[in-house]
């Protein structure tokens, strides 16, 4: 009875076994299933024989052994399907365990059965003790599906059943004892029986794996590392019908290194082929590399039909586009010949008939309108060309130094210009440390700041506009961050999101007309020099608009500090006359030098000099300054860089031998070699031109000996802060004005001949020129007088020759412009004609009348000037106001008329 359980059990065993090895159930997570029925298939093999022979004390030590290394073994296969991974210092341990007690066992079985039994049931307890513990853990732990839990559960009663028949076999006598093992072990092969037949051992992974390789539509041929084919799925059989037809008659191995050797060459970039279909095909050859040793070849060939048309049909897309943008491109440049020619004449000859004097009235009013709705024009068709050129990809920025404060400072002026005295206040505001100068395009940075502060303009009608900019290095150069802030009526959700888009409009008003291009170009414009515009706005507190791009510094440039432009900072630049000081002391006994060639430039120091009740003396020379201190005591001397002769520094030098007097170094030069050195030539501070009276005010109550100075109080204090006012500060503005004519005159007639006979001389005057220009708000000149400079320091004569006789043009159009302000400057302040003080306000408003009936600017203009000087009664004033209004909005016929009822 006993043999018969025995040989059942074996041959349910082997069953099992047989029956696992034709299910192609495989997985690699059940890889030591096949080795476990194995183990126990000798274990019932050793018990039959056992049974038979009776040699039980050999036959049971060999089946404890066997048990102990089939433990062994189904812990590694337990923590597999637990999907658990000892680490390799465990897994060294535990084979080391195995071997130790093996070896134990063995030196242990006759000598001493006490420690036979203690080492066996020791190492056969940890395993078991381990696998139950690791299963537990990973139980509660670890997140299995359903089945994954049902299948673990299974091998897990599977394993512990023969390990419980193994302890009830030594307390059950012989014979039944002996069953209880094989019965034990049938039952687990029982369990994986039921596993297999209801298809739960198959790996879910491995499945999907092999469904995926089986039903993909790309063709896979897979191929070993001697290049010998192995497999194909569905899609490659199907691609490749007639080549596997021809081969499948073939008992041998096919090798494919062939048909691969141009795959080979270059298997990253693949083969394409055609095939019978006519269908393009993509072949590429990946290798499979194991443990550093490649393995073999996964051939892939992917259908690209569907891109290769697209492509073809992107190509002739693209051809037709630039096609497109050809006869775009030439018929743009085509209408940019077509109106900037006809623009540039009309501007042209506009600024020409208002240059002219005998031009007046009406004309000039109607001549002044062509102007600026030709410049209006002219902007609107730079920006469609603009933006042509950047829908063509075809604008390329330039790279040229160019000065950001400059820009800012032309910026300010346009915003107040076209403000039209609305109360708006305008600042733009550089808050950082920043280059002098950056090399970049400064047309495209100038459009850019043009463009966001002209619609700022354009929507604000009351509040502030505020420009602020911030620059830090970056691993791209310069990041300069630009912010343009408006308290305008803001826009809604839906502008801001397409208020980049070309042709869309900041606003939604239809009187305020626009291209819609501006602020598109805009982030074009920032794009393309490596940053991005952005917009911000809640629809009620205006709008902030906000870009960012990089631009390098220039070779020579220096860091210049913070800086501000606003409305008053300007005035303070281009009109010396509204420039208010307090000073600190006054100097009432001290005596300072003004050394200048150019008495416009001895006016300026002199008036510049009044508040701190200073002494004067001038010298229109080096030669002359020398002089002067020797017969003289001076606690300051101001002098002057560039005079015939002998420069502002050679004197310096040669003073400084005969007493260390203070001196400051005053120059319309930018360049940053005075800048650095100009301490080594002797003097304590250094003034640009035109002069800023912070900076002045601070270096002379430095340079100021302590001992001269007195505290401003009582009357002087209020005295100089009046005389730094604006009716002292006018008056003296006003004589500057006069001292440049007087200088101004006569080099109309000798600056050509400086030019052809005494270049140092020439180059001297042009650099006073510079100077004095800028003092009296003449930038242009100014500029024109730099460029002579420049190219006299170069030796260039004949650039000077060729434009000599136009900056002898705009000399004298500057010195016209300058005596216009000072009439104008003598009725403001009062100073009228005799024959004017004569007039009664009836009379002027009779003169009035007569101006507005005969379209006479002039006239209307001059009577205008006298009203203001006039003491009026409220009535007179209203009226002046109201005809004030009408003039400046072009209304003769509303001005006549309120004039009619008056006179």
Request: with cysteine.
């Amino acid at each position: 009875m006993i043999l018969t359980i025995l040989v059942a059990a074996l041959l349910f065993t082997l069953f099992v076994l047989q029956r696992y090895i034709a299910c192609k159930e495989h997985s690699r997570t059940h890889r030591l299933l096949p080795l476990m029925l194995g183990i126990i298939c000798i274990t019932d093999f050793y018990q039959i024989v056992e049974y038979l022979t009776g040699e039980y004390v050999v036959f049971s030590f060999l089946e404890e052994l066997l048990m102990l290394q089939t433990h062994y073994f189904l812990m590694q296969y337990i923590m597999d399907v637990l999907k658990i991974r000892f680490r390799k210092e465990i897994r060294i341990f535990l084979f080391i365990g195995l071997v130790a007690a093996d070896i134990s066992m063995i030196l242990a079985y006759r000598e001493n059965a006490n420690a036979y039994n203690m080492i066996f049931w020791l190492a056969l307890g940890s395993y078991v003790i381990t696998m139950i513990y690791y299963t537990v853990k990973a139980y509660f732990v670890r997140s299995y599906s359903i089945k994954e839990r049902f299948v673990n559960i299974a091998l897990f009663l599977a394993i512990i059943i023969p390990s419980m028949g193994l302890v009830a076999q030594d307390i059950i006598n012989r014979p039944w004892g002996e069953a209880i093992v094989p019965v034990t072990l049938c039952c687990s092969c029982g369990i994986v029986l039921y596993l297999m037949e209801t298809h739960q051992l198959a790996d879910t992974t491995t499945l999907l794996i092999e469904n995926l390789y089986d039903t993909s539509e790309i063709a896979v041929v897979l191929i070993d590392q001697d290049y010998y084919y192995l497999d194909a799925n569905e899609a490659a059989h199907r691609l490749f019908a007639k080549e596997f037809a021809m081969l499948s008659g073939k008992k041998k191995r096919i090798s494919c290194k062939e048909q691969l050797k141009n795959l080979l060459k270059n298997p990253k970039e693949g083969v394409e082929f055609v095939s019978r279909g006519g269908a393009y095909y993509q072949c590429i050859l990946q290798p499979v590399t194991f443990h550093n040793r490649k393995k073999g070849y996964i051939l892939s060939a992917v259908d690209i039909t569907k891109q290769k048309q697209e492509t073809a049909l992107m190509a002739q897309l693209k051809e037709m586009a630039e096609e497109q943008a050809v006869s775009k491109s030439r018929f743009m440049a085509c209408m940019s010949h077509d109106l900037r020619s006809p623009l540039h004449a009309i501007i042209g000859i506009s600024d020409i008939m208002l240059g002219k004097r005998e031009v007046e009235g009406r004309s000039r009013s109607l001549i002044r309108y062509v102007k600026n709705a030709g410049n209006t024009l002219l902007e609107l068709v730079n920006s469609i060309l603009l933006f042509s050129k950047i829908e063509a990809g075809k604008l390329e920025l330039n790279s040229a130094p160019y000065d950001l404060e400059k820009i800012l400072e032309d910026m300010t002026n346009m915003c107040i210009v076209n403000l039209q005295n609305r109360p708006v206040k305008v600042s733009m505001v550089i808050k950082t440390k920043h280059p002098s100068q950056f090399l970049g395009d400064e047309i495209r940075v100038r459009e850019m700041l043009q463009n966001l502060l002209a619609n700022a303009v354009k929507y604000t009608e009351q509040g502030e506009i505020r420009c602020e900019l911030t620059c830090r290095e970056s691993s791209k150069g310069y990041e300069i961050n630009c912010m343009v802030a408006d308290t305008g009526r803001g826009l809604s959700s839906y502008q801001l999101a397409h208020v980049f888009d070309e042709y869309s409009s900041y606003g939604e008003e239809k009187d305020k007309e626009s291209t819609g291009l501006g602020l598109f170009i805009v982030k074009q414009l920032a794009e393309m020099m490596g940053g991005s515009a952005i917009a911000e706005s809640d629809g009620v507190h205006g709008s902030i608009f906000r870009f960012t791009i990089y631009q390098e510094a220039a070779p020579a440039a220096s860091m210049r500090p913070a800086a501000t432009f606003n409305e008053e900072i300007l005035l303070k630049r281009h009109n010396y006359g509204t420039e208010r000081v307090r000073p600190n002391w006054i100097y009432p006994d001290a005596r300072v030098l003004i050394v200048d060639d150019m008495k416009v430039n001895q006016e300026i120091l002199k008036e510049r000099l009044h508040p701190w009740k200073v002494m004067t003396d001038t010298a229109g020379s080096g030669h002359k300054a020398i002089e002067a201190v020797q017969k003289q005591s001076y606690q300051l001397i101001l002098m002057d860089h560039m005079m015939p002769d002998m420069s502002g520094i050679e004197a310096t030098e040669q003073i400084q031998k005969i007493t260390r007097v203070p001196a400051i170094l005053i120059t319309a030069d930018d360049s940053d070699e005075l800048d650095d050195h100009y301490q080594e030539y002797g003097f304590q501070a250094l003034l640009h031109k035109p002069i800023d009276m912070t900076l002045f005010q601070n270096a002379l109550e430095i340079l100021m000996p302590d001992t001269f100075r007195k505290s401003p109080e009582g009357r002087d204090a209020v005295q100089s802060l009046e005389e730094s006012g604006y009716e002292g500060n006018q008056r003296g503005y006003r004589r500057t004005l006069e001292a440049f004519v007087s200088e101004a005159e006569p080099l109309i007639g000798e600056i050509m001949g400086y030019a052809m006979d005494n270049h140092e001389l020439f180059r001297t005057k042009v650099h006073g020129i510079k100077g004095a220009s800028l003092q009296v708000g003449q930038s242009a000149l100014g500029e024109s007088a730099e460029i002579m400079e420049m190219a006299a320091k170069t030796d260039n004569y004949a650039y000077i020759d060729r434009h000599i006789e136009s900056f002898v043009e705009e000399l004298e159009n500057a010195l016209g412009e300058v005596r216009t302000e000072l009439s104008k400057m003598k009725i403001q302040t009062g100073m009228v004609t005799p024959s004017q003080e004569k007039y009664s306000s009836q009379k002027v408003f009779h003169n009035l009348r007569e101006g507005f009936d005969k379209y006479d600017m002039g006239l209307i203009e001059d009577n205008l000037r006298i009203l203001q000087s006039m003491e009026l009664s409220q009535t007179e004033r209203k009226l002046a106001d109201k005809v004030q209004e009408a003039y400046s909005e072009l209304e003769y016929e509303t001005g006549a008329a309120l004039l009619a009822h008056f006179v």
